[in-house]
């Protein structure tokens, strides 16, 4: 018996969806919001909102986009890197060591 994933759309955030696999996102239409969007694994969005609600002090967190936080949440939770391997450079996006 395998294990079930949650993903959450980041258009209309209250949508979920199940399945059994393990992948950092899906692209499917939501059945909320009708738009074909990204729907991301919980566990990222878990850790993308707790950073929005007390953003980690070793990166300029609010100058980042979106897309950029969403990389950073994926990162920490689906692989062994921590924030140390993060460098926001001024004028691009953050870098994994």
């Known amino acids: 018996m395998s294990r079930t994933r949650t993903y959450r759309c980041l258009n209309c955030l ?4 199940s399945r059994e696999f393990d992948t950092s996102h ?3 239409t939501c059945p ?3 738009s074909f ?9 878990r850790q993308f909102r707790a950073f929005e609600e007390s953003p980690p002090v070793e990166l ?8 950029e936080k969403l990389f950073i949440s994926e990162r920490l939770v ?3 890197k921590t924030l140390d391997d993060f460098d926001v450079v001024e004028g691009d996006a953050p870098i994994g060591e």
Do not use: I, K, P, Q
């Open 37 to 45: 969007e990204r729907f991301v694994n919980e566990a990222v969005f």
């Open 60 to 67: 300029d967190w609010e100058r980042l986009e979106r897309t």
């Open 26 to 28: 899906l692209s499917v």
């Open 32 to 34: 909320n919001c009708d």
């Open 14 to 17: 209250e949508h979920t969806a």
């Open 78 to 80: 689906r692989s062994t």
